[in-house]
């Protein structure tokens, strides 16, 4: 059996992960935004051990990463579920009934926009614009762009998704 | 792939082996594989017809080109068949066979894939749809011609000529000279001239320069950036490289959202191609130049569209703006001589370099001769989007009047509905009302009624939108987005954000437009960057343009376009009602009650004003009040 690890020790596959961003992004001369980026990206959220070590390896203060891991609102501080929809919530989905699927999904996943579900099944979060304005209103779960959405072809394309879960009925 | 090229002349022999080598006959199917286009199923349809063209051995006959956005994302997938040039659009995986075997192969078309407009007429080809026909696609027209993924497609309509002519034949002044003749303005929003920019940043004095790309397209509602990075990424790359010549850069930065990813992974590709063709590196097609690019991509902030916080955000830091008493072009990036432009404004480039000022004067309004700021030359794309018919991206010659674009390309308004409004330059700009419809759209017309260029977003909006609900919605978004350095900014948005959520609630109170008024002003005057100080505008003009629907919702309660919940109720006809059940069955609140073919009622206690009945009858029995 595996040595339990000391509390706020970092995980073996954290830090390899993190150790290979800082390589591949080792030319740049203010690698941190990028190294944060692919973290968040592979691990869904940026873990405290690996703010902290991130911190050490480029010697930027640990504020400072703080200050860079909170402003930018792609990072995440808390994980995240296994699917991310994100919603958008930009001009042309506005006017075409964003906030409309929002309420509707938030309802039938039973979270608010920002919150991930208790089995790490789901987060919701919103988006400023997808850049698909042409097939508004759009969502994105995970990288796939689902437009011209209605609520019922929401539902459909929930059940995709929710599928073999006992989780999240949808009706 | 050719070796690294050391001089012009190499790279013109290559493009002439290039052209010599390539059949503009052979039979081509051509699909957008634009961000629109994939949303609509796009890939499975491009692997299909793959497959399809494996099976039944044509893949060496007929040639498949995946191409970036060709901008009538309404309709998509498009799919467009050369060299006859049949459209097909919102093509399927089930279509796929019949396209080969009949188009493809015996020469037919597939009549039931072919484009009708609302009165029936049906549009073959591309050059026939009055969408692509009105339009000007100097810019964007490259796209159906090229895989972005291909540096030898662009090289072989032309590409990086324009960089050579530019590094061997023009020195930086005249490459200047050109580009401020030729009255170029930011595409990014504000109109700056270009040339007049270029000129700052050469003349300032830094031990590096830096050329960065703004592809941080932040606008909502805006995608035309996004669709030239991923449909002709190499455009941007070259009107880098000219820039870099012009000023004496040596480092580039290329500053993408990250909600882009395909534009990323393109632009990373187009750099890396570029790199290896030795038009990036150390002695650029020997010119001396020696210049190259790195990919950054965003955080999910707006402010970071502003130039100063831009760069911070390069430097590694949160994306906070700083005052511009000096300006970037002398100190920016680390301190140093900066230039920014938009990605819109460095594909001009290649088109200025090689055709000439006096073509691109020769296009838009007023005139640039001895003022850079007297007009607005050359094209711009607009993302039209909204509750228009033909949505998408449409480039048009600057002075074209909305009507033109939003009726004449536009197709008119859906479902046959009034149109309201049409919203340009995103959170920064306003709102624009009938009146203005034949109002010729350049950056000085703009301004003039209240809103502005911004990036290109023109979003349509029918009588069914509310405009004190659109004016909050960017309030609440630039609240959202303020980073909240000064104050003006931080606290002025709020207060607005709150007065327009009470009159949206029906809390509106007199005098709340009079301090809405003088929180404008405020917020415009004091603000530290341009996020502050546009941030009023959207409240503005839907203020000055449409009062009575401020006042129909603080005096009288009521929202006419039925937008603000609290001020709608929702009821039952029983005149009309059939009993049809539709409404009782679609209700998510299970707030609507009523036995088959008799008259059903909704329960207001229940109802959580979600609309969706009123939109699902089929006989107009349910009165949103």
């Known amino acids: 059996m595996a040595k339990p690890r000391p509390a706020g020790a970092i995980e073996p596959e954290l830090k390899a992960s993190i150790n290979q961003a800082l390589e591949l992004h080792k030319h740049e001369r203010a690698p941190l935004i990028s190294v944060l980026q692919d973290i968040n990206i592979e691990f869904r959220y940026l873990a405290p051990e690996g703010l902290k070590y991130i911190s050490q390896k480029l010697q930027i203060p640990l504020s400072r990463v703080y200050h860079v891991a909170t402003f930018y609102t792609a990072f995440s501080l808390t994980p995240r579920g296994e699917h991310i929809i994100k919603v958008c919530m930009g001009t042309s989905c506005h006017i075409r009934g964003a906030p409309r699927l929002l309420d509707a999904l938030e309802d039938r996943l039973e979270i608010k926009a920002g919150e991930t579900t208790e089995d790490l099944k789901f987060t919701i979060e919103t988006v400023n614009c997808l850049g698909a304005c042409a097939l508004s209103p759009v969502v994105v779960i995970d990288s796939k762009y689902y437009g011209n959405l209605t609520l019922k072809s929401l539902d459909k394309v929930l059940k995709q998704y929710t599928a073999g879960t006992k989780a999240h009925s949808i009706r | 792939m050719a070796d690294t090229f050391t001089a012009p002349e190499e790279l013109t022999a290559y493009r002439e082996k290039l052209v010599a080598e390539h059949d503009p006959d052979k039979r081509t199917i051509v699909i957008c594989g634009g961000t629109g286009c994939l949303a609509s199923g796009a890939q499975e349809v491009i692997d299909a017809f793959r497959d399809s063209l494996a099976k039944k051995e ?159 397209e932040g606008d909502p509602g805006a995608y035309a950036n996004r669709s030239l990075l991923e449909g002709n990424p190499h455009g941007v790359v070259e009107g880098m490289i000219i820039g870099a010549h012009a000023i004496g850069a040596s480092e580039g930065y290329i500053y993408v959202r990250a909600e882009y990813p395909l534009a990323v992974e393109l632009m990373r590709g187009a750099v890396e191609a570029a790199r290896a063709m030795g038009f990036l590196g150390e ?224 809390k509106g109170k007199e005098g709340d437009i009079e301090v809405l008024h003088e929180l404008a002003e405020v917020v415009a005057e004091a603000s530290l960057c341009e996020l502050g100080k546009t941030a009023p505008n959207p409240v503005l003009t839907t203020l000055r343009y449409f009062p009575e629907e401020y006042e129909a919702h603080v005096r009288d309660r009521k929202c006419p376009a039925g937008v603000c919940k609290a001020l709608v109720t929702y009821r039952i006809d029983p005149e009309t009602c059939t009993g049809c059940t539709v409404c009782a069955r679609g209700c998510p609140a299970e707030a609507i009650s009523g036995e088959k073919k008799q008259p059903h009622v909704i329960d207001a206690e229940k109802c959580t004003k979600c609309g969706i009945c009123y939109d699902n009858c089929k006989f107009d029995a349910v009165i949103r009040d």
């Open chain 2, 283 to 506: 002695n650029i097609l020997g010119s001396g130049l020696d210049f190259d690019i790195g990919i950054n991509r965003g955080g999910g902030a707006f402010v970071c569209g502003e130039s100063t916080a831009l760069m911070a955000s390069l430097e590694g830091r949160v994306g906070e703006p700083r005052a511009k008493h000096i300006h970037t072009v002398e100190r920016g990036l680390w301190d140093q001589p900066s230039n920014l432009n938009n990605v819109e404004t460095w594909a001009n480039i290649p088109l200025i370099v090689n055709r000439g000022a006096d073509w691109f004067t020769g296009i838009g309004t007023g005139d640039v001769t001895d003022n850079p700021w007297g007009g607005s030359k050359g094209t711009k794309i607009f993302s039209l989007v909204g509750k228009v018919n033909n949505t998408g991206l449409v480039e048009v010659p600057m002075g074209a009047t909305l009507r033109q674009v939003v009726f004449d390309i536009g197709g008119g308004i859906k479902n046959g509905k009034r149109l309201k409004g049409v919203q340009t330059g995103g959170p920064s700009g306003g709102v624009l009302a009938e009146q203005h419809l034949d109002l010729p759209v350049d950056y000085d017309q703009l301004v003039e009624a209240g809103t502005m260029m911004g990036s290109g977003g023109m979003i349509v909006m029918d009588e069914d939108n509310c405009m004190v609900d659109f004016a909050r919605f960017f309030v609440k978004f630039l609240e959202n987005e303020s980073c909240g350095k000064c104050t003006p900014c931080r606290e002025g948005l709020v207060q607005m954000g709150m007065i327009l959520t009470d009159i949206c609630e029906g």
């Open chain 2, 58 to 216: 044509l893949e060496h006959d007929v040639a498949l080109r995946v191409t970036g956005c060709h901008g009538f994302c309404e309709r998509g997938p498009l799919v467009v068949l050369h060299p006859s040039g049949l459209l097909y659009v919102s093509v399927g995986t089930d279509d796929v066979e019949e396209i080969i075997d009949k188009s493809v192969v015996q020469g037919e078309p597939v009549e039931r894939l072919f484009y009708k407009d609302g009165e029936g007429n049906v549009i073959r080809t591309q050059d026939d749809l009055p969408f692509y026909k009105l339009q000007t696609r100097v810019i964007f027209g490259a796209n159906l011609d090229l895989d972005p993924r291909s540096i030898d497609d662009y090289i072989r309509i032309g590409g990086y000529s324009a960089m050579a002519k530019a590094l061997t034949e023009m020195t930086p002044d005249a490459v200047i000279g050109e580009v401020t003749k030729s009255g170029l303005r930011g595409r990014g929003g504000a109109g700056f001239p270009t040339g007049v920019k270029w000129a700052s940043c050469r003349k300032a004095e830094g031990d590096v320069k830096y050329v960065i790309c703004n592809a941080d």
